[in-house]
């Protein structure tokens, strides 16, 4: 089964960015769609932004553009690129497989993102 590694995370000051990683254990060329989730403290996982093997990504709208989501398949990885970061971006960002919009794939250990103001 594939496992998902995410790294990148890190303390950056408000208006700053951090690019994420994802890498896959095995291909994910045959995986339709790829997402990043992220959990802030006492809230619930959320979906951030998701991306299909071809075509256009999506994101959530709380995100008002700052995000942009990309797969490299021929190095297994997913990525997000995260500018203009805010203090509520604060969280444990995750990636995963996601099938008719479920996770599928057990979940890493996430990359820790703190938005300093």
């Known amino acids: 089964q594939v496992q998902l590694v995410e790294s990148g995370g890190g303390l950056v000051q408000a208006g700053g960015s951090l690019r994420l990683s994802c890498a896959a254990s095995?291909?994910?060329?045959?995986?339709?769609?790829m997402a990043w989730y992220r959990q802030a403290p006492g809230k619930q996982r959320e979906l951030v932004a998701s991306i299909p093997s071809s075509g256009s990504p999506s994101y959530a709208d709380s995100l008002e553009g700052r995000f942009t989501i990309a797969r490299d398949h021929a190095k297994n990885t997913v990525y997000l690129q995260m500018d203009s970061l805010k203090p509520e971006d604060t969280a444990v960002y995750y990636c995963n497989a996601v099938w008719r919009g479920v996770p599928v794939l057990p979940w890493g250990q996430g990359t820790q993102v703190t938005v300093s103001s």
């Open positions: 095995g291909s994910i060329s045959s995986i339709n769609a």
